[in-house]
């Protein structure tokens, strides 16, 4: 049984125009525990809505997100909260750290939100990332690529079973994207997190080798104008 299985999976959105847009629209999608998928696909075809109803921060407009044989798409809002935060990690592309919290806060704050803060494993995940000197540091005082790496140890803080990764070298500098990227699939190896990585950055789909192409996975996309 896949870890994560989408069977006809569609969302649509109201446009200003008051037709429903279809921006999502995947058949079948599954994925293994511990597998690692890249997704390549253009800027606004729809793979952060994508991420967003796996993640189910979306509900979709119809059809079934089956987390480990359990639908999770039909739980109500508090039950799906729950349930990401015990098992998912989502690295987002503008990273969304708490600015007025340090490195470590940013980190433990999210362990809130599924087994309870853990500082020592907090503290050992940035080690990890090359942070323990600044696990005392606020976002503004930190690089963007140290930045990304406290988003990387917050995802992975509460041990997720699945992370998804939406475009997460955008915002980095070419000589530390694939670094970055090599962290992060490191980390989710030691820990048997499956990762789903959504990219149009050729850097990032050589390294996995074999990506999928997101305008052959979503029927939607034969639309126009496409969403984000």
Known sequence: MPLLELRDVRRAFRAPDGDDQLIVDVPSFDVDAGEQVAIAGTSGSGKTTFLNIIAGLLAPTSGEVVWDGEVVSGLGEAKRDAWRARELGYVFQTFNLLGGYTALENVTLGMMFGPGPDREFASSLLERLGLSDRMGHRPAQLSIGQQ?????????????????????????????????????????????????????????????????????????????????
């Open 148 to 228: 990304q790496r406290v988003a990387l140890a917050r995802a992975l803080a509460n041990r997720p079973r699945l992370v998804l990764a939406d475009e997460p070298t955008g915002n980095l500098d070419p000589r530390y994207a694939l670094e970055a990227l090599g962290l992060l699939r490191d980390l989710c190896r030691e820990q048997g997190a499956a990762l789903i990585c959504v990219s149009h950055d050729p850097r990032v789909l050589d390294d996995f080798g074999d990506a999928l192409d997101f305008a052959t996975l979503n029927r939607a996309m034969a639309q126009e104008p496409q969403g984000s």
